[in-house]
């Protein structure tokens, strides 16, 4: 997975808590993206990084926030968690522009 | 809004066969595309990408056309093996910079002994 993990790979969680997920990259790579992927919509971006500190939404951010205090992590936060937020979720990273986005093993995220 | 979409979403082919997977492409800005690979259970994997001023990339078994006149995409994989078993991603990328890629829906490719 490209010098990536995804941390918890698993959770369960309430309706209405805030969640917080993490990525961590051993590449030193540019950019860090947050997709989720749900059955009938593929891969959607949540939000993407293209530096630390510096971050921009993607087309599906709504109820989502994220930070990127170091290179190699980069946080999202389900502010009050719903059942709609549940999803299995993607951390990827790419380089230099135009390279290719590597991906993380994902976590599994269930709002009951 | 852009999209792009897989014209079949399951394929099933036999061992040892080779197999094609299509994708259609709506953004004629579009300059690099990039297959995927899923496995149960895991994130995507890098296969093979190709940019805009190319018509044809080959790698080790796999194989990708573009045709920019009709906007269309496919994957080649030569020799198609049990391993092969996942479901395959086109994506392109929509925006030069931060490169957001646009992800189709995907392709089941199972494998017959």
């Known amino acids: 997975d490209a010098g990536i993990t995804q941390s918890p790979r698993h959770k369960v969680t309430e309706t209405g808590t805030p969640v917080t997920l993490r990525c961590h990259q051993t590449?030193?790579?540019?950019?860090m993206y947050w997709y989720r992927q749900d059955p009938g919509h593929g891969l959607r971006l949540i939000h993407y990084?293209?530096?630390?500190?510096?971050?921009d939404k993607g087309e599906v951010s709504d109820g989502y926030s994220v930070s990127r205090s170091k290179t190699e992590d980069f946080l999202l936060t389900l502010e009050s968690a719903t059942s709609s937020q549940t999803s299995v979720y993607f951390c990827?990273?790419?380089?230099?522009?135009?390279?290719?986005?590597?991906f993380g093993p994902g976590t599994r995220l269930l709002v009951l | 809004g852009e999209s792009v979409g897989l014209h079949l979403p399951t394929l099933s082919v036999q061992e040892g066969d080779n197999s094609i997977i299509n994708c259609a492409y709506s953004?004629?800005?579009?300059?690099?595309f990039i297959w995927y690979k899923q496995e149960s259970g895991k994130g995507p994997q890098f296969i093979i990408d190709?940019?805009?001023?190319?018509d044809k990339r080959q790698g080790q078994r796999v194989t990708v056309l573009l045709n920019k006149t009709v906007k269309h995409l496919s994957l080649q994989i030569a020799a198609t093996q049990p391993g092969d078993s996942a479901v395959y991603f086109c994506?392109?990328?929509?925006?030069?910079?931060?490169?957001?890629?646009?992800f189709g829906q995907g392709t089941r490719l199972t494998i017959n002994p």
């Open positions: 990827a990273i790419s380089g230099h522009l135009g390279e290719t986005q590597y």
């Open positions: 590449e030193n790579h540019r950019y």
């Open positions: 990084s293209y530096g630390v500190k510096d971050t």
């Open positions: 953004n004629s800005a579009s300059d690099y």
């Open positions: 190709i940019r805009s001023n190319m």
């Open positions: 994506a392109e990328n929509i925006r030069r910079g931060a490169q957001k890629l646009v």
